[in-house]
């Protein structure tokens, strides 16, 4: 057998497996491991109480079983001399633990629950005005990042001209902006506008709200994507007589996108929840929707859809947003 | 080398440059005829550097003239992209645009500056990567070329804007030692050719070889200038001589 035949490989690896498990502080050991389990096991049979509504001391002894069975799961997870699937297997255990002691001992009523958040009853013919809301909320949506992000793409390209009176006045916009929550930049927008003779309809006010919080940030953005790309950059470009305007469009745009997908794309789903803000201004989105199904029929059911209706949208973004992050980090240059 | 001595070049008159308090430059002159290879050496923060980039105004001299084939750079009201356009220049850290291939990165100028179509860039382009030894890795990008490669494409890039002057600004000292030869080699081939050149280098080797003129710069001041063999077999002044002690 040479030295590099599978077989001699195994053994010899067997062999310093073993070596390693026995140099294991006790706690790690298999025995150990085995032997605890069967204590857990018939701590819960016996030791945890029958009620649903447990005493104080009562709540004790539960808790203490569970914290000895997250010792007990922990040992496993952190051990990394165990197999994965064992460390895997463990924390599904533990999740389960917690589920059934929560079934067990938290006197809630499930048909109740169901009755109250998941009646189907109360959603019939409902879906039509939801989705209604729905589309509002998409709508604004879309046209506010578009141009939200138009918008703080030019601030951040005029402050990069570097002229005072400018900046000044972006710096202003910007701070003003920020520091404002959204929720009271709506109601201005919504409420005093008209005062000063300028008539919008709610939808057109929400967006433009949501425009004017998306611009602030997404300039800032944008300006920090601009300013981390290397001034060598900017140099070689000028040298070679590229204008100020061009070096900005063929050379640092280019590479500042990629710098920047990662908070844009989190700023930009951040700004699809901030459309619930609009149900203040009496626009029917998919919150405000919900709300009205909600006072009509006397069950919060339709707000447990339309939140479901939003994790249904944003979850999906939120992956395919890291997707393109890291799309965005393989194609070039960050290897060095 | 650079026999020709018709034309005035690079002019550049009393060249002052304070950083703040700090007196960079104190009045620098010097004048590069057609086809001159001239270099600049001197110990770290001589201004070597700082002298170069004013030229093309990349530092803004603080007072003094810089006059680039009759036309006056530092004029307030100059087309500064338009007398750039015919300085080519070449940095340390190649400085090659990341998110464009080798070519794109040659074509880019010519196209956007010069207005060449993308058909004539491409020929230019390919014609240069010839010339410095690249054509193969023309469509790969920078990260994928060796430090050497990356510096061949970036004069490759300066070059494809055919500039009347070329400025290296300590181009191998970012170079491992392998690949510093097949940098210089470009180098002495645009040389051959007749290219105006100023070199910021501490390749003394290459200098002696391939330097007209050298200007050997301390302390913000030419403190000797002279062909190679003058200033190296007989340096007049003391500091020449101590500087080239510890580098010769």
């Known amino acids: ?336 | 080398m650079g026999e020709e001595h018709g034309q005035v070049m690079v002019e550049a008159i009393e060249i002052q440059k304070y950083f703040k308090d700090l007196h960079v430059l104190r009045g620098i002159s010097t004048k590069v005829m057609r086809g001159q290879v001239v270099a600049i050496i001197g110990p770290s923060g001589s201004g070597k550097s700082t002298f170069l980039r004013c030229l093309n105004r990349l530092e803004e001299p603080t007072s003094g003239e810089v006059f680039i084939d009759g036309m006056e750079v530092t004029h307030p009201r100059v087309d500064l992209n338009k007398v750039r356009a015919e300085i080519g220049m070449v940095f340390q850290s190649f400085n090659l645009f990341p998110h464009l291939t080798a070519i794109e990165n040659i074509k880019l100028a010519p196209m956007h500056v010069r207005g060449l179509n993308d058909k004539e860039a491409m020929e230019r382009g390919m014609g240069l990567l010839k010339k410095v030894g690249l054509v193969d890795k023309a469509h790969t990008f920078p990260d994928q070329l060796s430090g050497g490669q990356q510096q061949r494409v970036a004069i490759a890039r300066a070059l494809a804007m055919q500039p009347k002057v070329m400025f290296f600004d300590e181009p191998t000292s970012a170079l491992d030692p392998e690949m510093i030869g097949e940098v210089l080699d470009v180098m002495k081939s645009m040389a051959r050719d007749g290219m105006t050149m100023m070199v910021v280098s501490h390749e003394m080797g290459f200098i002696r070889e391939v330097a007209d003129h050298i200007l050997i710069m301390d302390g913000g001041i030419i403190i000797e200038e002279g062909t190679p063999a003058q200033v190296f077999e007989h340096p007049t002044q003391q500091r020449t001589q101590n500087f080239l002690s510890k580098i010769l």
């Open chain 1, 1 to 336: 057998m040479t030295p590099s035949d599978p077989r001699h490989e195994t053994r010899a690896r067997r062999q310093l497996g073993h070596e390693h498990y026995m140099h294991q502080p006790l706690f790690r050991r298999y025995e150990f491991l085995g032997a605890m389990l069967v204590v857990l096991v018939l701590y819960a049979v016996f030791l945890l109480p029958n009620t649903q509504r447990p005493s104080t001391g009562q709540w004790a002894v539960i808790i203490m079983f569970f914290l000895l069975v997250m010792a007990w799961v922990g040992t496993l997870t952190t051990d990394d001399k165990k197999p994965t699937w064992m460390g895997a297997l463990a924390a599904v255990v533990l999740l389960f633990v917690f589920g059934w002691l929560f079934y067990r001992y938290s006197g809630a009523q499930w048909k109740k629950l169901v009755f109250v958040f998941l009646n189907q009853g109360v959603m019939e013919g409902e879906w039509g005005p939801l989705s209604e809301g729905l589309l509002v909320t998409l709508e604004i949506a879309i046209l506010s990042a578009i141009l939200g992000v138009l918008t703080g793409l030019i601030l951040a390209v005029l402050r990069s001209l570097n002229n005072w009176m400018l900046n000044l006045v972006i710096i202003a916009y910007v701070d003003v902006v920020r520091a404002t929550p959204l929720i009271v930049l709506l109601v201005v927008v919504y409420y005093a506008l008209p005062y000063m003779g300028i008539l919008m309809s709610a939808v057109m006010s929400g967006i433009l709200a949501l425009t004017l919080n998306c611009s602030a940030y997404t300039s800032e953005i944008f300006r920090a994507g601009i300013e981390s790309i290397h001034a060598g950059q900017v140099e070689a470009a000028r040298s070679l007589g590229l204008t100020s305007m061009k070096t900005m469009r063929l050379v640092i745009l280019p590479q500042a996108f990629r710098v920047v997908v990662p908070p844009l794309t989190s700023t930009l789903v951040g700004l699809l929840k901030d459309t619930a803000v609009c149900s203040v201004a009496s626009i029917v989105e998919l919150l405000r929707a919900a709300l009205q199904i909600q006072a009509w029929k006397a069950n919060p059911t339709p707000l447990i859809a339309a939140t479901i209706i939003y994790l249904l949208i944003l979850i999906p973004l939120t992956r395919l947003s890291n997707r393109l992050e890291v799309r965005m980090k393989t194609r070039f240059g960050v290897r060095r």
